[in-house]
């Protein structure tokens, strides 16, 4: 164990930067797991990378307004189409997300063939660099956050088809670029599939503890023991998941063993 790898001025800013996805993914996750389309935050997510891969590959003057830009274009594109497919071949859904998302990350991989460094890219874009997020980073994807969160608990936004898909490819794009595609999808649905075994006035609550003690305690184990953070962080969401989710059944199966005329 390495000690001293515990820097808070490198795990604080990656915990907050956990914090700012957490925000939005668990409610979003639950709302993904209602409707069935577990894949799309891979396929937007995915989508909203090669936007940013293309800005670089295709050499334009970039900066991070351009990233931006080409990365929201990018999502909202992929949210449009999906939710057009949904209304007019909800039956082919999720095999269209899935085709959507090969088709993204096969195109990321010939837009970065020709860089030595494409590789590492891509890399990048997949497992994140959230050790390397610093606190004047974090001051746009909190804004977006909190927009997001506004809309979506103030404004009743997750009750109106189009709302969702909108939000949830603004707030995929911003995670992405923090996070990477891996954490991003285990941060969307672990903490929901973990819900299901609880009653539903516990679930946004626990999504968020599994959430917050996921990042935490795998930034922590990452650090001490100098493992890649993000699947560090992904695999202990799965583990404090499968603890909740095992405590929601036994009590499920107590309380249902217990004889009502006792």
Not at 173 to 185: A, C, I, R
């Amino acid at each position: 164990m390495n000690w001293e790898a515990m820097d808070i001025g490198i795990l604080g800013p990656a915990f907050v930067a956990g914090l700012v996805v957490l925000a939005t993914h668990v409610p979003l996750g639950q709302r993904v797991l209602e409707r069935g389309i577990i894949f799309i935050d891979l396929a937007i997510a995915q989508l909203a990378g090669v936007g940013v891969i293309a800005v670089h590959a295709l050499g334009v003057d970039t900066n991070d307004l351009m990233v931006q830009l080409a990365a929201f274009s990018a999502a909202i594109a992929g949210a449009l189409l999906f939710y057009w497919t949904e209304r007019c071949w909800p039956d082919m859904q999720e095999a269209i997300i899935g085709s959507v998302f090969v088709l993204g990350a096969t195109a990321a991989i010939l837009l970065l063939a020709q860089d030595p460094m494409g590789g590492e890219h891509f890399k990048d874009l997949l497992v994140g660099q959230i050790l390397w997020v610093d606190y004047p980073g974090l001051g746009q994807p909190a804004l977006f956050s909190l927009v997001v969160l506004a809309f979506w608990f103030g404004a009743g936004a997750h009750r109106h088809l189009a709302a969702f898909y909108g939000l949830f490819a603004i707030s995929v794009t911003v995670s992405v670029q923090l996070v990477g595609v891996y954490l991003v999808f285990a941060t969307l649905i672990i903490p929901a599939l973990a819900g299901r075994f609880l009653p539903n006035r516990f679930r946004l609550s626990a999504g968020y503890i599994i959430g917050v003690l996921g990042y935490g305690i795998g930034l922590s184990i990452s650090a001490l023991f100098d493992l890649p953070a993000g699947p560090v962080v992904v695999w202990t969401l799965a583990a404090i998941a499968i603890i909740f989710a095992l405590i929601g059944r036994w009590r499920v199966q107590g309380m249902a063993s217990v004889d009502p005329r006792q």
